[in-house]
């Protein structure tokens, strides 16, 4: 079966960095596209960057410039470096894939296209 596990979560102050891996299986990684997403305390979730198979990808409009989504296939393992980090970030992140034929555009802005998700992992920036 599918399974999605994040890590690199932690606690940094305002401008530091991280990298968030997450390891994937039970499908062929390569074929299908991925997500990164993040929910805030007392906020909706929301889209925060997005690669499809042919590596294009998508960025929320808050994290452009400073977040990269990147994925190796060898290792079926998606990543997102974020840099730069604000207080605005802190947030449960959570990977997530999907088959559907949306385009990665549609889904950053609509979660609920992705089919598959991590449990999650927990960042959190301070001032």
Not at 5 to 33: D, H, I, K, N
Not at 109 to 127: A, I, K, L, N
Request: hydrophobic fraction near 35%; proline fraction near 2%; glycine fraction near 12%.
């Amino acid at each position: 079966q599918v399974q999605l596990v994040e890590s690199g979560g932690g606690s940094v102050q305002t401008g530091g960095s991280l990298r968030l891996s997450c390891a994937a299986s039970g499908f062929t990684f390569s074929s299908y596209w991925m997500g990164w997403f993040r929910r805030a305390p007392g906020k909706e979730r929301e889209g925060v960057a997005c690669i499809d198979s042919d590596g294009r990808t998508t960025y929320a409009d808050s994290v452009k410039g400073r977040f990269i989504i990147s994925q190796d296939n060898a290792k079926n393992t998606l990543y997102l470096q974020m840099n730069s980090l604000k207080p605005e970030d802190t947030a449960m992140y959570y990977c997530a894939v999907t088959r559907s034929s949306f385009s990665i555009d549609y889904a950053l802005g609509h979660p609920w296209v992705m089919d598959y998700w991590g449990q999650g992992t927990q960042v959190t920036v301070s001032s």
